[in-house]
């Protein structure tokens, strides 16, 4: 008898080690499996480029032009990239979330071209930006 019981509790405790080790990777509400990379802030963003071999030099944008709260170009091999911050609950960030491209308020010029919103922030990145791949996975890393 105490050997049912005991029979019977290993193979509870394999039932449950099993269901852990299949539970995966974290699921977005697509159901799309969440890479687990750390965040990172802006900082440690601009620190990333240049620990990715990405030599370049970084300046201010206007980013009150398009309703961000902060922004900056990062220029490498004649290529710039800019990085706007947004408030989430900004109708500017609203719209550039719905529409995939940013507005230039006072001008009501829009902005197309490789633009990318996630997160509270927008990115324009060239497709022949240095280490595109990489750059736009750091992109989606931040917070």
Same mark, same amino acid.
């Given at each position: @008898?105490?050997?049912?019981? !005991?029979?019977? !509790? !290993? ?15 974290? /699921?977005?509400?697509?159901?799309? /499996? ?8 802006? #900082?440690?963003? +601009?620190?990333? %480029? +240049? ?12 980013? #009150? ?13 004649? +290529? /710039?990239?800019? !990085? ?16 995939? +491209? %940013?507005? @230039? ?6 902005? /197309? ?31």
């Amino acid at each position: @008898m105490k050997l049912k019981k !005991l029979l019977a !509790l !290993l193979i509870v405790a394999l039932m449950a080690v099993s269901f852990v080790a299949c539970g995966g990777g974290e /699921t977005s509400s697509s159901g799309e /499996t969440q890479t687990s990379e750390p965040k990172i802030t802006v #900082e440690e963003f +601009k620190a990333e %480029l +240049k620990n990715l071999g990405i030599e370049g030099t970084e300046s201010e944008t206007m980013y #009150e032009l398009v309703g961000a709260t902060a922004g900056f170009k990062f220029t490498a091999d004649d +290529k /710039t990239l800019e !990085l706007y911050t947004f408030d989430k609950d900004s109708d500017a960030y609203k719209n550039a979330e719905k529409d995939g +491209k %940013l507005t @230039m308020e006072s001008l009501g010029s829009e902005i /197309t071209e490789n633009v990318t919103v996630a997160n509270g922030y927008a990115i324009i990145l060239p497709t022949d930006f240095p280490q595109y791949d990489a750059v736009l996975a750091l992109f989606n890393r931040l917070q």
